[in-house]
């Protein structure tokens, strides 16, 4: 795959870095902040009410229900989960939307005022936007066929923002498979959350700009281009011309788009995955470990879900260490 020399010196780097203790576990919290109960008293039914509104959204869209598992990634690998994400620019913040993984791209922000709404109007002032987004993206997961966890909660909301660090430390789709694993591992997540965690993208859709050099550069080398591969590959094209067309979508596990299970590592071991940073799981020579894992995930589906709930409560852990405040309005920091 492209850049493999320029990964095999990240790869060194990375491993001068975790010898030497750089890679520090400061911004992968200390999980005991977080509880189970910690609403029980002030808000018990926090989590019908989010359960309620996630339910009537994915039944009217399941997009919905990827959009807000993505949302809460995009908010956790930015200062930790802080509802960073959700914070609208104003005039004097700046906020991590206009990002180049998050701008016109992320979606579900009005879902999450839908929610928000909701919990105000029973407690007012009570349940964090960052604790909400996490209840949320369990009930996306459940909603759409994958697995249950317990969601520890107790997260505060960021007053702060980063573009930077929204800019620097999200991953993108022309990464490739060290440069993808350097990031999780700056945010204390293993080789292993990272391949069980890019099975969310079994399902929702990503634009022709994410895949374009994909299905015109190296689809053809990874996959086996049986009779349904060309026939996707055609389709792809069609979705996604040389030149325009930068927001046609396509799904991401062009089997089951709308179901949470392992199809999406399956068309990885066929080569056909969508995105380059997904296929380099399977097919990066440098990649025997992810290659063990997806292989693993696409036979055995059981031992992703429960791999996939684990990696999510451990990056849902990812806290901001300067705390914050639970806003009223997920969009605003409080007045
Ligand atoms: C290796 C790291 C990852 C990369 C490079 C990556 C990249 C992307 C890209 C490029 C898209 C399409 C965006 C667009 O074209 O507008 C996307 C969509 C998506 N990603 Fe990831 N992603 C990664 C990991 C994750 C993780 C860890 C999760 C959740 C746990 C996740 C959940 C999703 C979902 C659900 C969608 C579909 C959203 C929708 O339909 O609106 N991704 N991702």
Known sequence: MAGQYQEYQILLLGLMMMTTGLF???????????????????CPDAQKIVRAEMECAVKEDPRNAAAILRLHFHDCFVQG????????DTITLKGEKEAAQN?????????????????????????????LLAIAARDATLLVGGPYWDVPVGRK?????????????????????IALMTKFLEKGLSVTDLVALIGAHTIGMARCVSFRERIYGDFELTSHLDPTSEIYLGKLKETCPVSGGDDNIAAMDYVTPYVFDNA?????????????????????????????????????????????????????NITNPEGGEVRTNCRFVNT
């Open 24 to 42: 520090c576990a400061s911004r992968a919290q200390d999980p005991s902040q977080l509880s189970l109960d910690y609403y029980l008293k002030t």
């Open 81 to 88: 989960c802080d509802g960073s994400v959700l914070l609208d």
């Open 264 to 316: 999406f590592y399956q068309s990885l071991v066929k080569g056909d995955g969508l995105l380059n940073s997904d296929q380099e799981m399977y097919s990066s020579l440098v990649g025997f470990a992810t290659s063990d894992l997806v292989k693993m995930y696409a036979s055995d589906p059981l031992a992703f879900f429960k791999q996939f709930s684990d990696s999510m409560v451990k990056m849902g």
């Open 157 to 177: 909301d960021a007053k702060t923002t980063s573009l930077e660090l929204a800019n620097s430390d999200i991953p993108a789709p022309n990464q490739g498979v």
């Open 103 to 131: 701008v016109n791209s992320l979606i579900g922000f009005d879902l999450i005022d839908r929610i928000k709404n909701q919990l105000e109007s029973q407690c007012p002032g009570t349940v964090s936007c960052a604790d």
